[in-house]
C-alpha cells in the first residue's frame, strides 16, 4: 500500500511538524499495526515493525547486534548478588563502602540529570535498586566519555544491565549502587513496554507483557506455589507419601467426562487417552498395599471453556485407609482454615496486589447441608424415591410445575445437578459441605438408605465457598459387586450412547480394597479464592486453552 493511497498520512509518514487531526492520527496507528510488521524483516533480526527497527538500527550505531547478548564471566567469589541478597548484606549502612559488588536486574526506570549523570532502577525478583552513574566516578578506559554517551543513547527500560560499583547510601537517603565500570548491557529490549496494558488480545496471547506491566501474575504465581507447598506440607507431615500416577490411560476413567485422545507411535492401533482424573489409579496403588497417598498433578477433560473450567487443570488428590467420611471432613476442614491462615498471613509481603476474599467466614467447623431436605424446603414440593424407574419423568414434571428450564439431555444426574445448582450452592457464601447425595450422582462412593428421608444416598460430601465446589470426598466404593451395580447405572445415563464398564478397575478390587476415605480438590479454583478472581484465566500463567494456542499463531 502506498503513502499516495492514503493522502492524508503524508505529514505523519514524512515526519512533518504540523499536527495531525485525531482521527487521522488514529487511522494511522491502524494502518501502522496492520501492515509494518513485514515491511522490514532479515534472517538475522526477523520481521520487524518501525518501532524495533528504530530501535536496532541505534544498538547497531554502537556495537554490532551479535555483541549485545554475552555470556556472564564471574569468579565464583564475585558473583552476581541477587537484589534480595544485597539487601539483606548493606541496607543497614549509612556511606559508601568499599566493598565491590556486581548486581544485574531489568531497567525500570532511566533519569538523565546533566550530561555527567544518570540514574537507573533496576528489578529483579520483585525487589528494585537504584544504580548511580556518574562519569568522573568510572575507572574504565580512556574513551569513557564517547561511551558514555553511547550508552545513555542506547540503554532503556526494559533492558537487562550488569553493574559494578560500590554500595552507597545517597544524600536522600536511598541505598544504591555507585558504578565503577559502565553498566554492561546483557540483554536490550527490543520494544517499548508500556506502562499499563489493558488490550484483550495483547494480553491474552503476549503473557510476558502482561507480567512486565502488572505486579499480579507474579503474585498469582506465588500465591499459586504457597497453596502447593501448603498442601503438600500438610500431606507429608501427616505421614501421607507423595506419588504419581500415569497421565495416560486406556480407560480415562474416576469422573464423568469427555477425554483427550491420541496415539502413540509404539502402539499406533491403540487409541489412549489423558487422564480426566488420577483417582483410580491411586486406588490401585491403595489396593497394592499403600496407606496413606496423595498426588498433586495435571488432569485433562476435553469440554467447555468458561470462568470456572479449563481443559488442563490442576487437581491434589487423597487417599487414606480406614478414613471414615467424618475423618476427611475434620481433615477438609482443619486444611482449608491453616490455607487461609496462612494466606493472609504473608499477603501482604508476597502478593500484596491480590485482594483478599471479602465476606468469608472461614471459622470451624464449617455448616452443612443436605441434599434432599434443603431442595424440598426452597421448592416445597416431595422428591420422588430417586431409584425408582420413573424418577426422571417425575422430576421433569416437577422442571415444569416450577418453570425451570430443562437441562440438555436431561437425565437422573443432570436434573438433580441442576437442581442443586438453583436452591442449594447460592446457599454457601461461607465455607459449606453439601452432603447426602442421591446415589446416582455418585458412582464411586459407597452408599446407604438415609433414615432422614428414606433415599438412597452416597457417602460423599462437597465443599463449596462463595458459591463455587472446591472439594469432593468420599468413602470410597470397595465392592466389586456394588460398584459393577453403579457403574452399569451410569450407562443407563449416557444418553449419546457412550461410556463402558472398566472391567481393570473392577478386577483390582476383587483383589481386596480395604475401607478408605478419598478427597479431590481443584488447585485452580483455590487460587481463585484467595486471589479474589472470578475467572480461571486470570490465575493460569497463560490463561486457557484458547489463550495458550493463540500465543504460538503469533507473526
Known sequence: ????????????????????????????????????????????????????????????????????????????????????????????????????????????????????????????????????????????????????????????????????????????????????????????????????????????????IHALTSDQPSDILRLRALIYDYMRTYFIQSGFLEVETPMFDLNAGGAIARSFETVANEMSTTPIKLRIAPELNLKRLIVGGQDKIFEIGRSFRNEGIDGTHNPEFSTCEFYEVGATLADVIARTEQLIHGLHTAVESLRPTYFPSLAPPEGIDFSTPFKQLSFIPTIEKATNRKLPDLTSPDATEYLLLLFSDLNLMTPKDATLPRLLDTLAELYIEPLCKAPTFITHHPEALSPLSKSFLDPTTNQRVASRVELFINGREYVNAYEEENSPFEQRRKFMQQLEFHTEGQGAIDESYLEVLEWGMPPTGGWGCGLDRLVMLFSSKKRIADVLPFGTLKNVVSIAKIK
Open 1 to 208: 500500500m502506498s503513502k499516495m493511497s492514503l493522502p492524508f498520512l503524508r505529514p505523519y509518514l514524512q515526519q512533518a511538524v504540523r499536527p495531525l487531526r485525531p482521527e487521522h492520527a488514529r487511522a494511522y496507528l491502524a494502518f501502522q499495526r496492520r501492515f509494518v510488521q513485514t515491511i522490514n524483516a532479515d534472517d538475522f533480526t526477523g520481521p520487524h515493525d518501525v518501532e524495533k527497527q528504530k530501535r536496532l538500527e541505534r544498538l547497531k550505531t554502537v556495537k554490532p547486534l551479535g555483541d549485545y547478548h554475552p555470556r556472564l564471566h564471574h569468579h565464583i567469589h564475585t558473583s552476581p548478588l541477587s537484589l534480595r541478597d544485597f539487601y539483606a548484606r548493606y541496607d543497614a549502612i549509612q556511606e559508601t563502602k568499599e566493598d565491590v559488588v556486581t548486581v544485574l536486574g531489568r531497567v525500570r526506570s532511566v533519569r538523565i540529570l546533566s550530561s555527567k549523570l544518570l540514574f537507573l532502577d533496576i528489578e529483579r525478583d520483585t525487589q528494585r535498586l537504584q544504580v548511580m552513574v556518574e562519569l568522573k566516578k568510572l575507572t574504565t578506559p580512556h574513551d569513557i566519555d564517547d561511551r558514555f554517551k553511547n550508552f545513555k543513547k542506547i540503554v532503556r527500560i526494559g533492558d537487562w544491565i550488569s553493574i559494578k560499583g560500590h554500595p552507597t547510601r545517597t544524600s536522600t537517603g536511598q541505598l544504591s549502587v555507585l558504578a565503577l565500570e559502565l553498566p554492561h548491557i546483557l540483554a536490550p529490549c527490543l520494544h517499548h513496554i508500556p506502562e499499563t496494558l489493558d488490550d484483550a488480545e495483547t494480553l491474552a496471547r503476549r503473557p510476558h
